[in-house]
């Protein structure tokens, strides 16, 4: 089964962008879909974007549309999550997650999550 570990949270300034990684271990990639969630205090879990199992769909929230960009590497079982131009609304512990098969837009739809990374912006 996968593990999932995030990297590259921190710090930065409204319109900053930032890219986020989850790194894979314990098993491949292939044939799981792979997701990218966020959680901000007092608030549920809301899915931002992920890639299909055959890794060549991109689905993304309305709310990220066109800001954020998933992307993976199925060679290297890294997941990425590129955010531009980023708002102090964007503030949040963002988290990767994995399922064999078919995506979901529902965290409820993953068995598989990483520890999570908080990603801050500042006004």
């Known amino acids: 089964q996968v593990r999932l570990v995030e990297s590259g949270g921190g710090l930065v300034q409204t319109g900053d962008s930032l890219k986020v990684s989850c790194a894979g271990s314990?098993?491949?990639?292939?044939?799981?879909?792979m997701a990218w969630f966020r959680q901000a205090p007092g608030n549920e879990r809301e899915f931002l974007g992920a890639?299909?199992?055959?890794?060549?769909?991109?689905y993304y929230a309305d709310s990220v549309k066109g800001r954020f960009t998933v992307d993976r590497d199925n060679d290297e079982n890294i997941l990425y999550l590129q955010m531009n131009d980023l708002k102090p609304e964007d503030k949040a512990i963002y988290y990767c997650?994995?399922?064999?098969?078919?995506?979901?837009?529902?965290?409820?739809?993953?068995?598989?999550w990483g520890q999570g990374i908080q990603v801050t912006v500042s006004s």
């Open positions: 997650a994995a399922r064999y098969g078919s995506y979901g837009r529902s965290w409820t739809y993953y068995n598989i």
């Open positions: 314990g098993s491949s990639f292939v044939g799981y879909s």
């Open positions: 890639t299909n199992y055959g890794g060549l769909g991109r």
